[in-house]
């Protein structure tokens, strides 16, 4: 077993690297909706604006090797090995990873379990009301095991997080609304002959041009603590926040607060422009000592007040494992502290580092709390991406507290089940209740959110992308097909504002399309790698999964691809999962 693990990081130690420095790119269009309604059962304020560096869309050229579509389980792992090998020959910035325990998870790392989304039937609870969620960390810190040769914690696999990892083609918001919603309707069979249909809404955040970019305030909060001593660790995140020091200029103001058995100010409201003095301040860090992330927060929250900037992008960026161990340190007294300080109008993400004892739900609730986002880092191509390529999304929010409700009408739909967003379940009463926090997106941010749909006169089947058995009678079929199908809602605040507003958008029966566009598929392929990654009964088969990705021809940039690779890690690696996440084969 350790020989066949040892073989599985030298193959998978090339997979972050295809991401390279690149920023994201959208698939490609999506389909148009056909209206085949009888088809569908029934410092001081700066004083001039800045300038960031820009940066550049690019393009990718479909894989060199194509899995075959017809491929079984058994023939993959020779494929991956074969594909791997000849990148292995030609990256010379493979990620050296240590074997990790054969057949072992990280006993010290930490995840919250949740049980998955059932179906709802309309008749009982016709709104479906949840907070979005722009963290991707569960992506990348999945990524991060299967290159050392393990499954994920099947609780460490959020699918939201997988899915929103990714770019679809949304378009830009209109007029002075700070996001867009796109809806698709489709058949669901494309995918294990599910008897379902698919909803997917996908909503996009205003990009912030690079001319109009506010000046920003930054405090970097860095766990020095002796946890922090791996190279993916504390030397990681000074490369990352170097990369961040890259995009800074005079009008912005940088300070560096540390902690570990004792909080500590290494940089004290330093001008963006002083690359030497913030890269000199950054490779002072040394990892030692206890960890005591309360004084820390504190001070890096007392430090970005004292810079505040009024107008500007007041943020805290916190990079850790989460291994707090000193005063407050559990979850629920992490998420109180950090709601009594958002007040402040400063806003907290988390960057997480790490393996090993990587404490996942601590971070989430700081960055949830914070009114941040939480990534994961797993290696410099993430830093980039994160911390470069999606900069403005990472550090400028343009809309906070953003909620979705979608109803449906029971005159054309019978059952629904969300995919994903388990923890970020709202009542239906907090979507109007501007007190009740909720996610928060940054500039470019997409949020893609999807339901299996069981039609008012279908028949729910159990094998769907995510589906499970229920009990189901249909009613009488209407005299006529119903016009609406759903309304979406979505509701949320300015940056610095305090009362929510609405947007609205109406699915109608006739905006059914048979063949799923191309971010839908996409999008569905990673929710059902999600959903085996988790040992769901219903997950499609990994061989679907790869088949559909070729033959429709949706590994449109290297994001995609290291995707489809990750796909065949996993299947070779589920021969001998001790959580038998083998179903679906």
């Known amino acids: 077993m350790k020989q066949r693990n040892n073989k599985l990081i030298a193959l998978a130690a090339a997979v972050v690297m295809t991401v390279g420095a690149f920023t994201s790119c959208a698939s490609g269009d999506n389909a148009t909706a056909d209206n085949k309604a009888d088809s569908l059962p029934a410092v001081t304020e700066a004083e001039s604006r800045i300038t960031a560096p820009q940066t550049t869309d690019k393009t990718f050229d479909a894989p060199e090797e194509k899995a075959d579509a017809t491929m079984t389980p058994s023939d993959m792992p020779e494929t991956a090995g074969k594909e791997y090998a000849r990148k292995m020959e030609t990256n010379d910035a493979a ?237 629920e007294e992490l998420k109180e502290l950090v709601e009594k300080k958002r007040e402040s109008g400063v806003f907290l993400s988390v960057l997480g580092f790490g393996t090993g004892n990587l404490k996942d739900a601590r971070l989430e609730a700081l960055a949830d709390n914070g009114n941040g986002n939480y990534s994961y880092i797993d290696s410099e191509q993430e830093a980039e991406k994160v911390l470069s390529a999606e900069l403005s999304g990472t550090l400028f929010t343009v809309a906070k507290d953003v909620k979705a409700q979608i109803e449906f009408d029971p005159k054309a739909v019978a059952a629904y089940k969300l995919v994903g967003y388990e923890n970020r379940a709202l009542s239906d009463e907090d979507f109007t209740d501007d007190t009740k926090d909720a996610g928060d997106m940054g500039a470019g941010h997409q949020v893609t959110i999807i339901y299996e749909i069981v039609p008012a006169n279908g028949v729910l089947g159990s094998d769907g992308i995510c589906g499970v058995p229920l009990s189901y009678t249909p009613a009488a079929a209407p005299a006529q097909t119903p016009e609406t199908f759903a309304t979406v809602r979505i509701r949320y605040k300015e940056p610095e504002g305090d009362t929510g507003k609405e947007l609205t958008r109406t699915v109608k029966t006739g905006d059914y399309n048979a063949e799923p566009g191309d971010d839908l598929a996409f999008a569905c392929c990673v929710a059902g790698f999600a959903k085996y990654l988790r040992g769901s009964d219903t997950a499609p088969s990994l061989s679907v999964l790869l088949g559909t990705l070729n033959s429709r021809s949706l590994l449109t940039d290297n994001y995609r691809q290291q995707f489809a690779e990750l796909i065949k890690i996993a299947a070779e690696l589920s021969a001998d999962d001790p959580q038998g996440r083998d179903n679906g084969q």
Not at 257 to 286: F, H, M, P, Q, R
């Open 95 to 331: 990620l050296s990873c240590e074997a990790a325990p054969d057949g072992a998870f990280y006993s010290g790392e930490e995840y919250k379990g949740f049980a998955e989304n059932q179906f709802t039937l309309v008749s009982e609870s016709p709104l479906s009301t949840f907070s979005t969620d722009v963290d991707t960390a569960s992506y990348s810190n999945t990524r991060r095991f299967l290159s050392e040769g393990l499954l994920p914690d099947k609780d460490s696999v959020r699918a939201e997080e997988f899915i929103n990892y990714f770019s679809y083609d949304y378009p830009q918001p209109t007029g002075d609304d700070p996001i867009s919603i796109t809806t698709e309707l489709a058949d669901g069979s494309f995918l294990n002959g599910s008897k379902t249909k698919l909803l997917m809404v996908g909503l996009k955040a205003r990009d912030i041009e690079v001319k109009n970019r506010p000046p920003m305030n930054i405090v970097l909060l860095i766990d020095v603590s002796g946890s922090m001593k791996s190279s993916l660790k504390l030397p990681l995140a000074v490369k990352a926040f170097k990369m961040l020091s890259e995009s800074l200029t005079q009008n912005d103001r940088v300070s560096i607060v540390t902690y570990s058995g004792e909080e500590k100010i290494v940089l004290d409201g330093a001008n963006g422009s002083d690359k030497g003095l913030i890269a000199a301040a950054l490779d002072s860090l040394v990892a030692s000592g206890a960890t005591a992330g309360e004084a820390g927060i504190n001070m890096a929250y007392d430090l970005a007040e004292k810079y505040f900037i009024k107008g500007g992008n007041n943020r805290i960026v916190m990079a850790t494992d989460g291994d707090l161990n000193v005063g407050v340190s559990s979850e």
